[in-house]
């Protein structure tokens, strides 16, 4: 099992304690894909296939909208986690563990839209394996399909190569929750640790361990016009509302 499926399998009864209303943000980062859908000429009849969904904190959002969803993730555990909420939230979403490297293994159909968010890509930790998740992606869209993803900004965090992120602190009835990361770097790869303090009714702190590869804008602008796209833009918080920059690339 890779570092990426352990850290995610460990984090997946705990991922939603990373935002102060998980179910606030599920619907507030499905009308952002929407706008974005929209803009691109696709309305909730496009199919969707969400290659990093995690828990399901993009794809329950979108699927409530109306979108046909499948969702697939390396990690089992997080799967698991993504079908009881989808279930909790009254939603059909088409679940498969698959690995965004070789999705072509699990999936026969190609898509409208694929999507990868939430820093999906930055888990590969080689350009080579950069490379081949992407053209493992963009086999999967359809013609004129468009692939959507987030990642950091990388281009300036990588000008001071911080050693940790600024915590997140929630407010609860119960108390506080307060979670962040430490990053230990080397050259452009870095150990992230992130912890949650959950301090409600009982302190409970957790720790997680993963790796990252700090991803460049315009490596991954060249891989995807390399591999099938003709068309890629970037868009920023201060225009879509999100938290990190997001990729919006165009299949020929």
């Known amino acids: 099992m890779s570092i990426t499926q352990t850290f995610y399998n460990n ?3 705990q991922y939603d304690k990373l935002f102060l209303d998980w179910k606030a943000t599920t619907r ?10 929209e803009s691109n000429g696709f309305d909730n009849t496009a199919k969707i296939l969400d290659c990093a969904c995690g828990i399901g904190t993009q794809s329950i959002g979108i699927a409530t909208l109306g979108y046909n969803v499948t969702a697939s993730d390396i990690s089992d555990g997080e799967l698991v986690e993504a079908e009881k909420r989808a279930k909790e939230n009254d939603v059909k979403i088409c679940f498969k563990q ?26 590969m930790l080689t350009s080579h394996d950069l490379e081949l998740a992407i053209k493992s992606i963009v086999n999967q869209i359809e013609n004129n399909g468009i692939f959507v993803a987030s990642i950091r900004d990388y281009d300036s965090l990588l000008m001071e190569k911080p050693p940790y992120s600024p915590p997140y602190i929630h407010k609860t009835d119960k108390g506080q929750r307060v979670s962040f990361q430490t990053w230990v770097w080397n050259d452009d790869n870095y150990k992230l640790t992130q912890y949650i303090v959950d301090d409600e009714e009982t302190l409970q702190v ?44 165009r299949k020929e």
């Open 206 to 249: 957790s720790k997680f361990e993963c790796e990252y590869r700090a991803t460049r804008r315009e490596e991954m602008t060249k891989l995807l016009l390399a591999h099938g796209c003709s068309k890629v833009e970037w868009k920023f918080s201060d225009e879509t509302g999100f938290y990190q920059p997001i990729v919006v690339a």
């Open 11 to 13: 984090l997946a009864t």
């Open 98 to 123: 698959a690995d965004f490297c070789a999705l072509s293994d699990t999936f026969t159909e190609k898509f409208d839209i694929v999507i990868a968010m939430d820093n999906a890509l930055p888990h």
């Open 28 to 37: 507030e980062q499905a009308e952002i894909l929407h706008k974005i859908f």
